[in-house]
């Protein structure tokens, strides 16, 4: 619900694609783009661009940290640390399971080549049904 606060509050959202892009749409102290529909292979799903919210201290935030989202309700899987990181995601529906891919720019200081690199791979993935 709130990144900032995440300790304690950390909440299942379910299995669907579209239940993770609300969640994550839904969360404060982080700012989402509106999610476009996209094919990925032979499956739909989402993309959108995840970032801070411009106005967080991230310094007085549970553990120091922006919780992003998490596979426990317990501990933060995925967080973020400075002002600067933010992702591209694409959440696919396989068949009512959801698939999460990410790529992630942390920096101004990462070679911009490693960052072109990524996006490539990133790019590259599709999930394919074995029809």
């Not at 007085?60 to 501990?75: E, F, P, V």
Request: a negative charge; proline letters at 3%.
């Amino acid at each position: 619900m709130d990144a900032c606060n995440w300790m304690g509050a950390l909440a299942d959202v379910g299995p669907s694609a579209e239940a993770f892009v609300d969640a994550m749409a839904a969360q404060s102290s982080t700012a989402s783009t509106p999610p476009a529909k996209i094919m990925v292979g032979d499956y739909s799903g989402f993309e959108f661009d995840h970032s801070v919210d411009g106005s967080v201290d991230i310094n007085a935030c549970d553990g120091g940290k922006l919780c992003i989202h998490s596979g426990s309700r317990y501990t933060c899987s995925r967080w973020y640390l400075t002002q600067n990181e933010h992702e591209t995601y694409r959440v696919v529906d396989l068949k009512g399971q959801r698939a999460v891919v990410a790529v992630a720019h942390i920096d101004e200081s990462i070679n911009p080549e490693l960052i072109r690199e990524a996006r490539a791979v990133f790019d590259s993935i599709v999930f394919a049904s074995y029809k």
